[in-house]
Structures are given as C-alpha cells and as structure tokens.
C-alpha cells in the first residue's frame, strides 16, 4: 500500500493543489475575522481561533421517542475534532446539520459565515461545494473508476475540463492511488475504496472536512492507514470533524474531543 508517509512529500503535493488562481480556493485559507452571531451580535476572534463553524444553542429532536440533543459547538479553523459517543447518540445527527441534511429545531448552525437553519436548492448546494464529506459505506459510484469517481465531484461543480485534470492526480497522490486511478472500486479493498472517497471529499479543496466513521468498516490495518491520510491533511492546514465510537483512536490521537452524555454535547479533557 502506497500512501505518502512523509510530511514534506504531503506538502509538496497539496502545494500543487492549491496554487493560488483566480477564483479558487486553498485549503484553509479562508480568512474569518469575524463571526455573526444571532441578534445580530459580533463575536470577534484572534487570529489563532478562526471560527469555520459553529452550533449555537442548537436542539435537534431526532428519533420517535421524542429525544432532544443539545448542542453548543464551535470548530476552529485547524481542528481536527472527534465527536465520540455510544450508537445512537446523536453522533452523525450533528454532522448532517453541519452540512444541511438535517436542519435543528431550535438554535442556530452557520458554516463558513452561511447560516444553514433554513437554506434550501440551490443555495444549499452552494454552501455544500464548501464542505467535503466522507461516509462510512463509501458511496462511489460502480461503473466509474478510481479517478472518475474523484473527478465528477469537480464536473458536477462544472470546472473546466483543464482543471479538473491539474487536480486529479495531486489528488489521487495525497491517498496514495494514483497506481490505480483506471481501477473500479470493485477492484479495491475496502481500505482503498475509503481513500477514494477522501479523495472524492477534498479534491475541490474544501473550508471543512466531515468524515462519519470512517473507519467503521475496515479492518485495523486500513483503519490506520486512513487515520494517517486524516492526520497529514489536518497538519497541513485542512479542518477536520470526525465521528467515531472508538476509544483506541481518539486516545491513541489525542486530539480535541466531544461527546454526548445524556443527550448533550460536552467537551472532554484529553491532555
């Protein structure tokens, strides 16, 4: 298995990616001075705590038994953050309000300064073109290869043809597939079907990376291998929100962590 190990090899490659060009978008390069608050209130942010989205007093009711979560979250610009919790807890609920999926019912959600609460078409699909996700079940598309699975992420977004091509194979080098961009996904493992659909999630350079258990199907080898791709992307800069029911990885990484406990969303201390 061929991913890049190295640091610098990474940066070399995301510095192809994302050479600055008319209109487009580096990974997190977004300058957020300031966030807008509800009321209409200003919340002013140093330069180390760059907001790229937040939950505000946010209640989600999300199952039939009337259960409601409550929320309040800010993500930072840089963060890699893992939302932990038991099955059912709310877990991939909070991330499909962070990308307009599911809408709370009560509170604020606003992404990369869009308030989401009541976005709809085709302005919902803009603010998506922001965000990159990836899902534990893959979601490639069969009869499309390794590298027109990445590739129709950009055609639906209509980028030229030229530049769908500058960013395909820095892409497909960053989750190690480049070998394998004419390869099916029936071809693959599951480990390298997961990295394609990483390489799906970021080769539009996205403000904010969702990942919902993305290791929830792998075998502990490609869980690790995926986890490193994750880990890289977010040393260089990318923000990263990850959900996982897995202890080992979130002590094993000790990065900033959130769970729900009885239904609310608090903040652990993992030092």
């Excluded at 960013?167 to 693959?188: C, D, N, S, W, Y």
Aim: proline share 4%; aromatic share 6%; charged share 25%.
């Amino acid at each position: 298995m061929d991913v890049p190990s190295s640091s610098r090899n990474l940066r070399s490659i995301l510095s192809s990616l994302t050479e600055a060009r008319p209109g487009e978008r580096a990974f997190a390069t977004k300058e957020v001075s300031s966030v807008l608050m509800p009321q209409g209130q200003t919340l002013a942010l140093s330069e180390t705590e760059k907001v790229i989205a937040y939950l505000h007093k946010v209640t989600k009711t999300y199952d039939k038994q009337g259960r409601s979560l409550s929320i309040d979250l800010d993500i930072r610009q840089g963060d890699f953050l893992f939302i932990t919790g038991i099955s059912g807890a709310g877990k991939s609920t909070l991330l499909k309000m962070l990308y307009g999926e599911e809408k709370p019912t009560s509170g604020e959600v606003v992404v990369d300064g869009t308030r989401l609460n009541k976005l709809r078409g085709h302005s919902l699909s803009c603010l998506r073109r922001r965000i990159g996700v990836v899902f534990q079940d893959y979601k490639l598309l069969p009869r499309r290869t390794v590298a027109e699975n990445v590739a129709f992420a950009l055609q639906a977004q209509n980028f030229p043809k030229a530049e769908i091509r500058r960013r395909l194979l820095p892409t497909l080098k960053i989750v190690g597939l480049e070998e394998k961009a004419e390869h099916f996904p029936e071809q693959l493992s599951g480990g390298e079907q997961q990295r394609v659909a990483i390489a799906r999630a970021i080769v539009h350079t996205p403000v904010l990376l969702l990942a919902d258990e993305p290791t929830g199907n792998l075998d502990a080898g490609n869980t690790w291998s995926v986890l490193e791709i994750l880990r890289q992307l977010n040393d260089m800069g990318v923000t990263i929100v990850v959900t996982t029911h897995d202890e080992t990885i979130v002590q094993t990484f000790a990065k900033r962590v959130v769970t729900f406990e009885q239904n609310q969303l608090v903040e652990l201390d993992v030092r």
